[in-house]
């Protein structure tokens, strides 16, 4: 299963964006659903993940700026993303896989660029 995300873009530092993960139904129903980015030379992480009951993980840096949410009636997980730093610019993805970020389930998309300015 290939994920679709969307919604990045251009935005200065201390701004906000939300991102947008279409799902599948049946993997929405299934499986934890992360937020990765990979910046410019570096590996990709992972950001934060929820799990099908609610439970969440955040990586350290995006603690308190960062919210990940489900949307059961659209089949769709979001990233809120407050308080942007230029550190924040990667490449954004979404894919199914485990809390912890360590094993992923389904292929990278092409993800959607977010780039803070400072």
């Known amino acids: 299963v290939q994920l679709q995300a969307s919604g990045g873009g251009l935005v200065q530092a201390g701004g906000s964006l939300r991102l947008s993960c279409a799902v599948p139904r049946r993997t929405f129903s299934r499986d934890t659903i992360g937020w990765y980015r990979q910046a410019p030379g570096k590996q990709r992480e992972m950001v934060a993940a929820?799990?099908?009951?609610?439970?969440?993980n955040y990586e350290d840096s995006v603690k308190g700026r960062f919210t990940i949410s489900r949307d059961n009636a659209k089949n769709t997980v979001y990233l809120q993303m407050n308080s942007l730093k230029p550190e924040d610019t990667a490449v954004y993805y979404c894919n199914s896989g485990t809390l912890s970020g360590g094993m992923v389930f389904g292929r990278w998309g092409q993800g959607t660029l977010v780039t803070v300015s400072s």
């Open positions: 929820i799990s099908i009951d609610g439970s969440t």
